[in-house]
């Protein structure tokens, strides 16, 4: 069965660097998405892309996000200069129209 | 706004007896409505959808939901459950007008006992 895969599995990282977060969509896929979940709490959108641009981003998704399809494969998230409000386990998705799949998540720990 | 509630943070069950997981939501249109699975240490896996017909949704590994749009509610049912369902369950709810973003409830922990 296809799946989303994403690296790295645990990211630790200090606060002020950035990283990048990477993404293998199911290769059919249309729409690509990003979710975080901190800790404790819910399931949060980030930001989804169609087309290759951005077609919605939450409130959270500000200047220091941004999101990349270099390659027509990968789909990255970069965060640039980490916060320690940033650990969070990372939940890259795609979907031909709603069925979206999940990879299993990064969690990015900044200290 | 879209919104999603889980009541039950916590549920505890017996291996082979029923369950149901309440879930309410708030959505201005029709709405899209899922069901996701969260084992640990694995990403979220989709159990069933609503998108419009019949209100019973049948969906893997057992489970099913019932739409119920006076109640704004989308609870999930199965109705003997195994030691294998003990994980985390999350509500969700869809909006068309933005880029298929899914707003999640806040889960809900399910546990087995044998």
């Known amino acids: 069965e296809p799946e989303v895969t994403q690296t790295p599995s645990h990211q630790v990282t200090q606060m002020g660097q950035e990283v990048i977060l990477r993404c293998v969509p199911i290769?059919?896929?249309?729409?690509f998405y990003w979710y975080r979940q901190i800790l404790g709490q819910k399931v949060e959108f980030l930001v989804s892309f169609y087309n290759n641009e951005i077609s919605e981003k939450s409130e959270i998704f500000d200047d220091q996000f941004s999101v990349e399809r270099p390659d027509g494969s990968n789909f990255t998230l970069k965060i640039r200069s980490t916060k320690l409000e940033d650990s969070a386990m990372y939940f890259c998705a795609s979907s031909v129209t709603w069925d979206a799949v999940f990879g299993q998540g990064t969690r990015l720990t900044v200290v | 706004a879209q919104s999603v509630t889980q009541p039950d943070i916590h549920i505890t069950v017996s291996e082979g007896a029923s369950l149901e997981l309440r879930c309410n939501y708030s959505?201005?249109?029709?709405?899209?409505l899922f069901w996701y699975v969260q084992s640990p240490g694995q990403g979220l896996q989709l159990l069933l959808k609503y998108f419009s017909g019949d209100t019973l949704v049948q969906g893997i590994k057992g489970f099913e939901a019932e739409f119920k749009r006076s109640q704004s509610s989308f609870n999930l049912r199965k109705p003997s459950v195994h030691w294998s369902d003990a994980a985390e369950y999350f509500c969700a709810v869809g909006s068309n007008n933005a880029g298929n973003m899914l707003t999640f409830g806040g889960g809900t922990r399910l546990m087995v006992k044998p």
């Open positions: 290769s059919n896929h249309l729409y």
């Open positions: 959505y201005g249109a029709t709405p899209y």
